[in-house]
């Protein structure tokens, strides 16, 4: 198993930035894959960024294209998001994702095993 915790949510106003830290514990040396995916009030989960741990290949959602970067760091127990350019619809609940099975990656964060507990981000006009 694997345990997520996420930080670094808040409320900014349109233009502005935030970085999202998820730490995490427990069997990490056995995810294939981790992302983040998030989920405003009433809409479906929507699935943000995808990195392979292997490979370090990345997947990002168009909606945040050029203005999201995913980054881990060198013990591979931290997952960043770096969030920039933030939009009003950026506004959501942010959860951090893990898989341990590769073959699954494909399905992207949304549907992965492991979750954490969610950090809210919330962008005002």
Do not use: H
């Amino acid at each position: 198993q694997v345990q997520l915790v996420e930080s670094g949510g808040g409320s900014v106003q349109a233009g502005g930035s935030l970085r999202l830290s998820c730490r995490a514990s427990g069997d990490t040396y056995r995810s294939r894959c981790m992302g983040w995916f998030r989920q405003a009030p009433g809409k479906e989960r929507e699935g943000v960024v995808r990195l392979y741990i292997g490979s370090g290949a990345t997947y990002y959602a168009d909606s945040v294209k050029g203005r999201f970067t995913i980054s881990q760091d060198n013990t591979k127990t931290t997952l960043y998001l770096q969030l920039n350019s933030l939009k009003p619809e950026d506004t959501a609940m942010y959860y951090c994702a893990a898989e341990f099975v590769l073959g699954y990656c494909s399905r992207g964060p949304a549907e992965y095993r492991y979750r954490g507990q969610g950090t809210q981000v919330t962008v005002s006009s």
